[in-house]
């Protein structure tokens, strides 16, 4: 419960604060709160990865990146409450809607079967599944991520005088 | 172990997809916007594990290890281009840049 309302706070605060950096450490709070509502799901290995890949690796990208481009607060942000911050909110609210009465009406799938459950999620169960039956897609993901290092540095490269 | 229903776990995640849809529509800081995608995957990882944790199945698990990598390819070329961008443009308002307008 703590957990998830401290989740949904720090969700609010990312997306309403108007400084970047502010917004970027309450989404690394958030990372936190989920890692920790994995752990309450038994999925030890992926708490561990969460905390490791979203607020380790990516975070320090997105800090990393909002220095470099030393962006100072959102000017004026209150200034454009137009149709699109209507619109925003209008369409997040039903979907938000549309999500928690689709899944409080289907609500006869709560049978949690804790002792199977508890051995799934650790390093070495998910470590046989990846290397067994998930053979293809994890080569597949490092051919990703090598496209995805090439990429960036293409991107991101500057131009070079010819 | 008193087990927390599922439902709960589903409701946050649309919750918080919720929060992440409205981030992506109302800001136009290109960087805000990425956070609100990442908060839109997580939140759907959220639903992974927890109808793999109910149903006793890995398969949800090994699903939500692709979508992290994903996701972390995903930042990495969009702040590549964010950083392309701002050397042109100078800016990283999603409403100033129309560089693809013809």
């Known amino acids: 419960m703590v957990l998830g309302t401290l989740a949904i706070g720090s969700a609010i605060i990312t997306i309403a604060s108007r400084h970047p950096v502010r917004s970027a450490m309450a989404l690394v709070l958030h990372f936190f709160m989920l890692s920790g509502l994995y752990l309450t799901l038994n999925a030890q290995f992926l708490a561990a990865i969460q905390i490791l890949v979203y607020a380790g690796a990516i975070m320090v990208l997105v800090v990393f990146v909002i220095m470099l481009l030393n962006l100072s607060n959102e000017e004026k942000l209150k200034l454009k409450v137009s149709s699109r911050y209507v619109l925003g909110w209008v369409f997040g609210s039903a979907l938000a809607f549309l999500l928690m009465t689709l899944y409080i009406t289907h609500s006869s799938l709560s049978q949690f079967n804790a002792e199977t459950a508890v051995a799934i999620g650790t390093v070495n169960n998910l470590g046989n599944e990846l290397f067994t039956n998930y053979i293809v897609p994890i080569e597949l993901i490092g051919v990703l991520l090598t496209g995805t290092i090439v990429g960036a540095i293409v991107l991101a490269k500057k131009k070079l005088e010819n | 172990m008193q087990a927390i229903p599922l439902e709960y776990y589903l409701v946050l995640s649309a919750i918080i997809f919720s929060i992440g849809t409205i981030g992506v529509i109302t800001r136009r800081n290109a960087i805000i916007i990425f956070m609100s995608i990442e908060l839109m995957l997580n939140s759907v990882n959220l639903t992974f594990v927890g109808f793999a944790a109910n149903l006793g199945d890995a398969s949800g698990q090994v699903f939500v290890f692709f979508v992290m990598s994903v996701a972390a390819a995903e930042a990495a070329i969009g702040l590549a281009i964010v950083i392309a961008l701002f ?15 013809w």
């Open chain 2, 87 to 101: 050397r042109i443009k100078q800016t990283v308002n999603v409403d100033e840049i129309n560089i693809l307008k």
